[in-house]
């Protein structure tokens, strides 16, 4: 007769492994196979679940095109502030132009409280999503460390610190 055995005698690792979700598996893997180490020599991170994992000293987001993508605008939207005069003045509807210039000195003071009152001087959410993605990616919004976009099977990872 077999004992069940319980995992958690066996370390952690062996019950890292046997709770891990196919899901959570395929992109711990994509990782490993992007650094060129075993998979197990990489684990899921406690507070941040499935889509994030640590290796060596470092943190990696790793998400599949559509996460990327809605993490990225997420991103974008709370960081309005931090644009450029230039790329603003852009996606400004043109009544609010005159306001931008005048708003300039507030928002350098004011940093991320001033994202409330540019958003709602923005014409198009997604225009202006869009273009932030096309001209820096989404690593610059989502890898805080090198702001660099990688991919492996399938999935795109960001290194967080």
């Given at each position: 007769?077999?004992?069940?055995?319980?995992?958690?005698?066996?370390?952690?690792?062996?019950?890292?492994?046997?709770?891990?979700?196919?899901?959570?598996?395929?992109?711990?893997?994509?990782?490993?196979?992007?650094?060129?180490?075993?998979?197990?020599?990489?684990?899921?991170?406690?507070?941040?679940?499935?889509?994030?994992?640590?290796?060596?000293?470092?943190?990696w987001?790793?998400?599949?095109?559509?996460?990327?993508?809605?993490?990225?605008?997420e991103?974008i939207?709370?960081?309005?502030?931090?644009?450029?005069?230039?790329?603003?003045?852009?996606?400004?509807?043109?009544?609010?132009?005159?306001?931008?210039?005048?708003?300039?000195?507030?928002?350098?003071?004011?940093?991320?409280?001033?994202?409330?009152?540019?958003?709602?001087?923005?014409?198009?959410?997604?225009?202006?999503?869009?273009?932030?993605?096309?001209?820096?990616?989404?690593?610059?919004?989502?890898?805080?460390?090198?702001?660099?976009?990688?991919?492996?099977?399938?999935?795109?990872?960001?290194?967080?610190?």
């Amino acid at each position: 007769m077999l004992d069940r055995i319980n995992p958690h005698r066996l370390g952690p690792r062996l019950s890292e492994e046997t709770t891990m979700t196919q899901d959570t598996k395929a992109r711990r893997d994509a990782l490993a196979s992007f650094l060129g180490v075993s998979p197990v020599e990489v684990r899921t991170s406690k507070t941040e679940g499935s889509k994030r994992f640590l290796f060596d000293q470092s943190t990696w987001l790793v998400l599949t095109d559509g996460e990327a993508d809605t993490l990225a605008r997420e991103a974008i939207l709370r960081d309005v502030w931090t644009f450029s005069r230039s790329f603003l003045r852009v996606h400004i509807s043109s009544v609010f132009l005159p306001t931008l210039e005048a708003f300039e000195p507030l928002r350098e003071r004011a940093c991320e409280r001033a994202n409330p009152v540019l958003l709602t001087m923005l014409r198009d959410l997604d225009a202006f999503v869009a273009d932030a993605i096309r001209d820096d990616g989404r690593g610059r919004f989502l890898a805080a460390q090198d702001r660099a976009e990688c991919s492996a099977q399938g999935f795109y990872l960001y290194l967080q610190g």
